[in-house]
């Protein structure tokens, strides 16, 4: 053991302070030390997750109080999985931006990066606690941590982008907030697991009102449909990297607090048939739109919503298999998304406007990115025999099980909008001449920048291949979130820290 | 158009909000055996801390306040990156009425007893109403005053924002002292004392003196970032 | 209707009213400032009501002072409180930040009008 849960939030958060102070003496260090904080979160909560696979579910109580009274840590199958893959991902999307903002200056790098480290750790709190209001605090640090990162480049448009952001990121915090008091106000409580165990005395009318305000809450977050409006300009005007940061990171941890919610503390039948509603209006509005795009980031962004859209549906079936489905499917999209992200930001890191028509026959001068974005983009389109099919079967049985013969059909013929895109961008990028006057000049990828995308590659070649490699673990994870009862029992009787 | 449906949309709002707060089982169904009694119980027989809210926010849910704390920093520091210009022109700033001499002197006279009476509300947080975050911002106000009487007035950045990251490393460090001689992070490992004293509560005091540091660093630098900005 | 459910009505009323003024001027409003001051209403009106669900009939601050330590009964909630000072400090960092972009709008738009700014497609 290296640590317990809570250092996953105090480390980042001490480094985030002690930054500015060694900057002033030595400037490398704001590079160097965000890189060590998250490789040692990533280690961290590996072995943890390793750990608790063993000897169950882990409860760390903060202040010394018992989970209904104190703040509480919960690292179980479900959580240490989303915690372990946001915080490898941080350290990717590190990794590629360590040399990538050699070129800003000292003071922007060094807010650059305790952004990009306190965007991680929050996530990686929303995920972890079991407290509502703590998960608002969460929220509350990735949004403006979020804000920044997208307003980090001094373009006319990243403010705008930004101050869009903020009214929607502003305007649901509020309503998770009343659906906080509410909540309180009925149940005196904020403990996740003493909610969900006595939702029942709640008023009916109560429950609906309050679960309404924290789909709307949690939705600029998980990026649902009428709540994703600032997504496509955050991810085009941001930096390249971060666009790779919230679909891989950010995104997560919006899902995991709704379904979070939807699953444990409002248990009842009724909203996961909400859920597929959401999920399938979000699918349907946003495939189509991408087909539209003729940014690459903007169309990246769509996709990503439309993923999102499916991993909802997936979950919204509310049966084991759709569960398993949606979590192989959150995992393939936080491995694929960063990097077509990060490699799309290669082949257009010459162009501010990044339309695609400007990466015409990039191939002919970047071959390797080039290969790289079309595997991402083969993988994400469910071909096999990448990672993305897999996930995308295991979608298709789940609903077959169910005779959801609508979802069957929507999800075949949103692939095939899919694979239409992702071609489209394909066949310019291999089959187009390169022509000087319409493509943008080739920049040659740095060494660390090309060492992510290979990682990334490799993970989805490993799990195209040998999809054992991972159902195993997300099989657990599935159980872990079906089972209401036995996550009560953890948390409010067997609260004791079994580490000491 | 626009204005009808937006005055449409809020009707419907205002009338699930006023159904849903103004009736009257919202008082009838509540149950008010929450965490509320275990909270003020503890507060006087383990924390010995006169102010139960002082109690919740810094120990009970203490992990919270580092959020905050942390919520602030972040907003200092999007601020100085989001107006980050190349050449910073620090010490000139446009003052459209420069203020009268009577404003300057007495600006002069209450700045000492405006920084004492912060000093007291964080430093007596634990014992009477006000803490950390009111103390802080009472100090801000008094470097607000100061600023906007005296045009040259000027705050080292770097000075602050040394304040600002030491009392947050403190915070933390006090967190995994908690970690380590108590058994859990941010727990009250010092001695209580007895319940009105001053130095009662253990670690519940020096934590929120703490936070009025921080707090009063970080919206110094921010009043102070926002009025050396030119449009 | 005694003077307590008065008073509770007065102020889940205001609090309601205050959060539908700061969403009307968020939705119609041109300025950019404009909007940002609905937001501080909005957080306002919010902060309102947490404090307002705290409330016990007849209730006294949550301080212990000499001699009064079997007040407990008739204390007000604490928590509410506690939850408010986290919420008005958030609120604080959301409008600094949005301020701070609103400055940099105006460096480059010379103007606060939304309706001149709009170069972002929804």
Do not use: C
């Not at chain 1, 949690?218 to 971060?242: C, K, M, Q, S």
């Not at chain 2, 005053?145 to 600002?164: G, K, P, T």
Request: proline share 3%; hydrophobic share 55%.
């Amino acid at each position: 053991m290296v640590g317990t849960p809570v250092f996953l939030i105090a480390i980042p958060l001490l480094a985030a302070f002690l930054i500015p102070l060694i900057g002033m003496i030595w400037k490398e260090s704001v590079r160097i030390i965000p890189g060590l904080v998250l490789a040692y979160m990533t280690v961290l909560s590996a072995s943890l997750y390793l750990f608790i696979l063993e000897n169950g579910t882990y409860v760390e109580t903060i202040a010394g109080w018992q989970a209904p009274w104190g703040i509480d840590l919960v690292f179980s199958p479900l959580t240490g999985l989303l915690a372990t893959i946001m915080t490898f991902m941080g350290f990717i999307v590190w990794l590629y931006s360590y040399r990538f903002k050699s070129n800003v200056e000292f003071e922007a790098a060094k807010k650059y990066f305790i952004f990009l480290m306190l965007l991680v750790a929050g996530s990686v709190g929303i995920v972890i606690t079991g407290d509502i209001f703590n998960q608002f605090v969460f929220i509350e640090i990735v949004g403006i941590s979020a804000y920044a990162l997208t307003a980090f480049y001094t373009g006319r448009n990243s403010a705008e982008a930004a101050f869009k952001y903020l009214i929607m990121g502003s305007l649901s915090a509020s309503a998770l907030l009343i659906a906080i008091i509410i909540v309180y106000a009925q149940l005196g409580t904020l403990n996740m697991a003493e909610i969900a165990a006595n939702i029942d005395q709640m008023n009916v009318h109560y429950r609906i009102i309050a679960m309404i305000f924290f789909i709307i809450g949690i939705g600029v977050e998980a990026e649902i449909f009428p709540l994703n409006g600032w997504a496509p300009d955050a991810y085009t005007e941001a930096p390249g990297p971060v666009g790779g940061a919230f679909s891989g990171i950010v995104v997560k941890a919006g899902i995991y607090a709704m379904v979070r919610m939807m699953f444990t503390l409002f248990d009842i039948s009724g909203p996961m048939k909400i859920l597929i509603v959401i999920g399938l209006v979000t699918l349907i509005v946003a495939e189509t739109s991408a087909l539209r795009q003729e940014k690459l980031k903007r169309m990246l962004a769509y996709s990503s919503i439309g993923q999102m859209g499916l991993v909802l549906v997936a979950f919204g079936m509310g049966t084991k298999a759709g569960v398993f489905a949606a979590l192989f499917l959150m995992l393939n999209h936080a491995i694929i998304k960063p990097l077509l992200f990060l490699s799309g930001s290669f082949l257009t890191f010459n162009t501010t406007e990044k339309y695609i028509s400007q990466i015409t026959g990039m191939a002919k001068k970047m071959p390797v990115v080039s290969v790289l974005f079309a595997l991402g983009a083969l993988a994400i389109s469910g071909l096999p025999p990448f990672s993305g099919f897999w996930s995308k079967l295991s979608v298709l049985t789940a609903a077959a099980d169910e005779n959801l013969m609508l979802i069957i059909a929507l999800v075949l013929i949103i692939s095939v909008i899919e694979i239409v895109y992702y071609f489209r961008v394909i066949n310019r990028l291999f089959f187009f001449e390169y022509d000087e006057s319409v493509s943008v000049k080739p920049h040659k990828p740095g060494f660390n920048g090309m060492i992510a995308l290979f990682i990334l590659a490799g993970l989805i070649l490993l799990i195209g291949f040998y999809p054992a490699s991972v159902t195993g673990y997300l099989d657990l994870a599935a159980d872990d979130l079906l089972n209401t009862h036995q996550y009560i029992d953890k948390v409010l009787q067997l609260g004791q820290s079994i580490i000491q | 158009m626009k204005k009808a449906i937006v005055i449409f949309f809020l009707a419907v709002f205002g009338y699930f909000m006023a159904i849903t707060f103004l009736s009257p089982e919202f008082e009838a169904d509540r149950n008010r055996n929450g965490v509320k009694d275990f909270y003020l119980e503890k507060t006087v027989s383990d924390l010995k801390t006169a102010n139960t809210v002082t109690a919740i926010v810094v120990n009970f849910r203490g992990f919270d306040t580092l959020g905050e704390v942390t919520v602030l920093f972040l907003a200092a520091t999007a601020l100085g990156s989001i107006l980050f210009k190349k050449r910073h022109h620090i010490g000139e700033r446009t003052v459209l009425y420069p203020a009268s001499t009577i404003v300057g002197s007495g600006a002069k006279l209450i700045f000492p007893a405006i920084i004492l009476l912060g000093a007291y509300v964080f430093i007596h947080g634990h014992l009477t109403p006000g803490g950390g975050f009111q103390g802080g911002t009472i100090i801000a106000t008094g470097f607000l005053l100061m600023l906007i009487s005296y045009r040259n007035f000027s705050i080292s950045h770097n000075i602050l924002s040394v304040i600002e990251s030491l009392a947050g490393i403190l915070f933390v460090v006090f967190g995994f002292m908690g970690l380590i001689y108590g058994g859990s992070f941010l727990e009250n490992f010092m001695g209580t004392g007895i319940l009105n004293d001053l130095f009662s509560g253990g670690v519940i005091p020096v934590i929120y003196i703490l936070v009025g540091f921080k707090v009063a660093a970080e919206l110094t630098g921010l009043i102070y970032t926002i009025l050396h900005e030119k449009g | 209707m005694d003077t307590a459910e008065l008073i509770r009505l007065g102020v889940y009323g205001t609090s309601i009213l205050l959060i539908l003024i700061g969403l009307y001027a968020v939705l119609t409003k041109k300025s950019l400032i404009k909007i940002i001051i609905g937001l501080s209403i909005i957080d306002g009106g919010i902060h309102l009501l947490l404090i307002g669900i705290g409330y016990v009939k007849g209730g006294t601050a949550p301080i212990f002072s000499p001699g009064s330590e079997d007040a407990v009964a008739r204390m007000v909630d604490p928590v509410p409180q506690a939850l408010v000072l986290t919420a008005i400090v958030i609120g604080f960092g959301v409008t600094a930040v949005a301020l701070s972009l609103i400055i940099r709008l105006y460096r480059h738009h010379n103007t606060l009008n939304i309706d001149e700014i709009k170069n972002l497609k929804w």
